[in-house]
């Protein structure tokens, strides 16, 4: 299958910035859409941003302006650049991305879809 290990989380104070990181291993053959979510003790998991493999993004209305996601396909990794946090950003943010791999011994193209382990972001007031 294919891993994904997320990076860059941390304590930051409100108005600061924090660089997330996620790189995907495995047998890949291509990855479509990677694309950061986040969920706060006791909400549900919220999309944060998405970015294709051609580079269109999307976003949260919350995180507009603030928070830019890009993506290096030569090492199949996504980042997330937050700038001007908010306590309200507070939340474990989770990698998550999808596409296709080697299964089968390596012989056969398969479907994945994954997701990391989450990393937690604080900001203080």
């Known amino acids: 299958q294919v891993q994904l290990l997320e990076s860059g989380g941390g304590l930051v104070q409100a108005g600061g910035s924090l660089r997330l990181s996620c790189a995907a291993s495995g047998r890949i053959a291509s990855i479509n859409a990677m694309g950061w979510y986040r969920q706060a003790p006791g909400k549900q998991r919220e999309l944060v941003a998405t970015?294709?493999?051609?580079?269109?993004?999307n976003y949260a209305d919350s995180v507009k302006g603030r928070f830019a996601i890009s993506r290096d396909n030569a090492v199949n990794t996504v980042y997330l650049q937050m700038n001007s946090l908010e306590p309200e950003d507070t939340a474990v943010y989770y990698c998550?991305?999808?596409?296709?791999?080697w299964g089968g011994g390596g012989v056969s193209l398969r479907d994945f879809r994954s997701w990391g382990q989450g990393t937690q972001v604080t900001v203080s007031s």
């Open positions: 970015i294709t493999s051609g580079g269109t993004t």
């Open positions: 998550n991305a999808g596409g296709k791999y």
